[in-house]
């Protein structure tokens, strides 16, 4: 899918407290920055479905582990990634996509790198049972 960008991210561990890289301006899907914000997820709870129209997200799952969902409805294809330390990547959605994301661990956290500030007029929710996706 041509709107995904999954990126391999670098764990430093040291026996003090370990580091978790997130994204440079020089990184592929980096375009710009607006605002920078957590959210958590329950465990077996999804959130979605949203379609960003102009915002790109870049999901980082730091805590927990987090399945992600995309749809896009001009293509008709799904693409799906799970994310947590073990598997810890960047996943880069630019905006025209439908996403839903899954709370797999007990605890969950993402954080989200957006290319724009918030803006509520630029996304677009969908009922769950809209977009028939087999969790």
Do not use: C
Not at 40 to 52: C, M, Q
Not at 80 to 107: C, D, H
Request: aromatic residues 12%; glycine residues 6%.
């Amino acid at each position: 899918m041509d709107k995904i960008i999954v990126t391999p991210l670098k764990q430093i561990h040291n026996p003090k407290g370990d580091v978790y890289h997130a994204m440079k301006k020089s990184d592929n899907g980096f375009e710009g920055f607006g605002e920078a914000y957590f959210s958590t997820i329950n465990k077996d709870e999804i959130k979605g479905w949203k379609k960003h129209t102009q915002m790109t997200l870049n999901l980082i799952v730091p805590v927990g582990e987090i399945e992600f969902v995309v749809f896009d409805d001009e293509s008709k294809e799904f693409f799906s990634i799970k994310l947590s330390q073990n598997n810890y990547n960047r996943l880069t959605v630019k905006p025209n996509v439908w996403m839903a994301f899954r709370g797999l661990g007990e605890y969950n956290i993402l954080l989200n790198l957006a290319s724009i500030e918030h803006e509520p007029s630029e996304s677009i929710n969908m009922e769950f049972e809209d977009i028939a996706y087999e969790w």
